[in-house]
């Protein structure tokens, strides 16, 4: 029998991030599952609620840990809590947890502080957030021997692409986010980044668009089914493939699944 991978998700608690984790629990590969939360009551919410599915390997569990990717006390203290745990090494890190303010303010004539905060929450939550939460997981993420074995994903969006706002018929050019979509254009710079600063160390790393699916993101999701939008179970296939160690020959690079398709964005 194998042994249980330990995954680490941010955001686990609602959206994409839970999806993610319901798939994996419903996989008959074992895993230790770290979800974690802003608040430990909406982790160990969510975990019981995973918990309460039909197993379909009696080895996975499930651990409930608090995280704010804003707060650098939070990053040190879940660090502490995986020590208490006695977990000394992570299989995979998903920097999932992420926000979008952009849609709010859309309509509604924003002030230059709004539009400021916007940008400046934004950039922290989903840029900040993830390098130090990665940078201070490295130790329990590489490997002594340099073999690959780990593997960190950032949760992006094809919306970062400048490539894709470049194009005139692409069907992101127009989206009005400039707060969100300058957010993952930098996230994805951080992952090419921490790629290399740790290459040789056994860890691999991706940025992964789920697609437009209906969640909480950017608030409320009425309409978005009817512009088009996925279940978040259909954008956590993404996750879960490179997970599975579908996708070891896109290392490095954005990755989507749309219609089924596997590909890559362009930068
Ligand atoms: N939905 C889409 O169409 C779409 C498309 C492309 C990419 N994505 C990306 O997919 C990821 C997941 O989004 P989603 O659609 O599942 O959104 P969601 O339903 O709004 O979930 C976002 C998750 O992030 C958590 N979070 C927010 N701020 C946090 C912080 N400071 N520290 C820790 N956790 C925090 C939220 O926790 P709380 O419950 O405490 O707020 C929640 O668990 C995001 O990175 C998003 O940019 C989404």
Redesign the pocket.
């Known amino acids: 029998m194998s042994s249980p991978q330990t995954i680490l998700m941010?955001?686990?608690?609602?959206?994409?991030?839970?999806y993610t984790l319901q798939a994996l629990v419903q996989s008959p590969n074992p895993y230790i599952l770290i979800l974690?939360?802003?608040?430990l009551s909406?982790a160990e919410k969510a975990c019981s609620t995973l918990s309460s599915l039909p197993p379909a390997n009696p080895s996975t569990t499930l651990i409930p840990v608090a995280?704010?990717?804003?707060?650098d006390d939070?990053i040190a203290a879940l660090v502490s809590r995986l020590a208490e745990l006695k977990i000394t090494k992570l299989d995979a890190l998903v920097?999932?947890?992420?926000?979008?303010m952009d849609a709010a303010l859309r309509g509604t004539n924003p002030s230059p502080a709004e539009i400021r905060e916007a940008f400046v929450k934004t950039m922290?939550?989903?840029v900040a957030?993830p390098h130090l939460l990665t940078t201070a997981l490295l130790p329990l993420l590489e490997s002594g021997d340099g073999e690959p074995r780990s593997r960190v994903l950032f949760?992006?969006?094809?919306?970062g692409s400048i490539e894709e706002a470049s194009k005139p018929d692409s069907p992101y050019a127009f989206v009005d986010a400039p707060a969100?979509r300058s957010s993952?254009a930098a996230l994805n710079m951080v992952m090419v980044l921490l790629g290399k600063k740790i290459e040789g160390k056994g860890v691999n790393v991706w940025a992964c668009?789920?697609?437009?699916?209906?969640?909480?993101?950017?608030g409320s999701d009425a309409g978005?089914a009817e512009m088009g939008?996925k279940t978040?179970e259909e954008?956590a296939v993404v996750i879960v493939g490179i997970l599975e160690g579908r996708r070891e020959g896109d290392v490095g690079k954005v990755v989507n699944v749309e219609g089924g398709v596997e590909g890559v964005y362009g930068w």
């Open positions: 941010t955001g686990g608690n609602r959206g994409i991030g839970y974690t939360s802003r608040t909406a995280l704010d990717v804003t707060s939070s920097n999932n947890a992420g926000i979008a922290d939550t989903n957030g949760v992006t969006s094809g919306l969100y993952k668009c789920p697609g437009f699916c209906v969640t909480e993101l950017g978005k939008a978040p954008g």
